[in-house]
T-cell receptor, first 113, second 114 residues
């Protein structure tokens, strides 16, 4: 029962263009969503998060959009840079009493110079 | 600000042995989380400690256990090691429960079972 899904295993983008990473979830109890970036041999690095009471959150080049009715969130990176090449994970949690993050399988983003 | 630190970086054990993994959270963080990333699988939640108490547990057998110390550091113990326990074990920390705060991860301990 995979409650958080990233259906695109990989994405290739040209430097300077927009990268759009997608994530779908099935559990309507999720109310907090996060994106992480992971380089090889390192732990995941927190990028940006969004609460279910919002539909958009922006931080520099990174914007996360949440569509609760579709149970879908996306991460936009504009402009994309070669250093953004990494594995991106979306994660979700429900409430503050569970602690558990449920992760998607990840999307490998490659940004070509 | 120092991030989450984990030790050791690598750990090699044989079947049936016990492994102890350690984690120091970011200063000021009271919650510590443990995740397992086995080869080909995503990150799976193992345990959550806050203020020295186990708050939640993932779908793992009882031979996976841990504790949190008064300084908020944590240990993960895995008893009776099996080959399938070979994985990257990640520790994360956050501010305490009661608010939605992001979890910040260490670089993990690679556990290999021979």
């Amino acid at each position: 029962d995979q409650q958080v899904k990233q259906n695109s295993p990989s994405l290739s983008v040209q430097e300077g263009r927009i990268s759009i990473l997608n994530c779908d979830y099935t559990n309507s109890m999720f109310d907090y969503f996060l994106w992480y970036k992971k380089y090889p041999a390192e732990g995941p690095t927190f990028l940006i998060s969004i609460s279910s009471i919002k539909d958009k959150n922006e931080d520099g080049r990174f914007t996360v959009f949440l569509n609760k009715s579709a149970k879908h969130l996306s991460l936009h990176i504009v402009p994309s840079q070669p250093g953004d090449s990494a594995v991106y994970f979306c994660a979700a949690s429900k409430g503050t009493s569970y602690g558990k993050l449920t992760f998607g399988q990840g999307t490998i983003l490659t940004v070509h110079p | 600000e120092a991030g989450v630190t984990q030790s050791p970086t690598h750990l090699i054990k044989t079947r049936g042995q016990q492994a102890t993994l350690r984690c120091s959270p970011i200063s000021g963080h009271t919650s510590v989380y443990w995740y397992q990333q086995a080869l080909g699988l995503g990150l799976q939640f193992l345990l959550w400690y806050d203020e020295g108490e186990e708050r939640n547990r993932g779908n793992f057998p009882p031979r996976f256990s841990g504790r949190q110390f008064p300084n908020y550091s944590s240990e993960l113990n895995v008893n009776a090691l099996e080959l399938e326990d070979s994985a990257l074990y990640l520790c994360a920390s956050s501010l305490g429960q009661g608010s939605s705060q992001p979890q910040h991860f260490g670089d993990g301990t690679r556990l290999s079972i021979l």
